[in-house]
């Protein structure tokens, strides 16, 4: 099984739609994070969490909201889907420290008509 | 702030030779992690080395290599003796601290093709 684990793994929906893409991992990690990756422009920081209750915005958070149930579990709502949210979606765990490395999940592709 | 900069949208090597991918960043945290990831076409996120800023050797795995000149700022990848399964896109990234600190910023990317 994967360490780190996002459904869906696609999803296409409609402009105005709320949707949530979700993230559970096994590798007990803290810290948590979501990226949206966009041709050309690399992957891009949305929210991220140091544990259960802290959570910090990114570079590019509006628009979206996030919810860590558990420490295993980080979700990411759009809460009206517009077209500019088309993106492929990461979820990554971390252990800490600047030499933290990150672990991913497979990714969400997600596709706002 | 922190920025990540790759300038080679897309590379070619030949199947068994070396090649470098640039990256440059920049920060004024003294204390700084820089890290390579690979994306094949599937899409997954693969970790290839990190290099932290106070490390008096390049850092090395394997293939991969880490040519780290601190002075201009820049953390170029090379790997040596290239196979077909390295075509993917490659990122640069980094970590400070600070105000930076735990968010790990990334460059837009470098498409690697390897002929055979």
């Known amino acids: 099984d994967a360490d780190v684990t996002q459904t869906p793994r696609n999803r296409i929906t409609k402009t105005g739609k709320r949707i949530m893409l979700e993230c559970s991992q096994t590798k007990g990690h803290d810290r948590m994070y979501w990226y949206r990756q966009d041709p050309g422009l690399g992957l891009r920081l949305i929210y991220y969490s140091f544990d259960v209750k802290d959570i910090n915005k990114g570079e590019i958070s509006d628009g979206y909201s996030v919810s860590r149930q558990a420490q295993a579990k980080f979700s990411l709502s759009l809460e009206s889907a517009i077209p500019n949210q088309t993106a492929l979606y990461f979820c990554?765990?971390?252990?800490?420290?600047?030499?933290?490395?990150?672990?991913f999940g497979s990714g969400t592709q997600l596709s706002v008509l | 702030a922190q920025k990540i900069t790759q300038t080679q949208p897309g590379m070619f090597v030949q199947e068994k030779e070396a090649v470098t991918l640039d990256c440059t960043y920049d920060t004024s945290d003294p204390s700084y992690g820089l890290f390579w990831y690979k994306q094949p076409s599937s899409g997954e996120m693969i970790f290839l080395i990190y290099q932290g800023s106070y490390d008096q050797q390049n850092a090395t795995e394997g293939r991969y290599s880490l040519n780290f000149q601190k002075a201009r700022k820049s953390a170029n990848l090379v790997i040596s003796a290239s196979q077909l399964g390295d075509s993917a896109m490659y990122f640069c990234?980094?970590?400070?601290?600070?105000?930076?600190?735990?968010?790990?910023?990334f460059g837009q990317g470098t498409i690697l093709t390897v002929h055979p």
């Open positions: 990234a980094m970590r400070g601290g600070g105000t930076s600190y735990g968010k790990l910023t």
């Open positions: 990554a765990t971390g252990a800490g420290g600047v030499h933290e490395k990150l672990f």
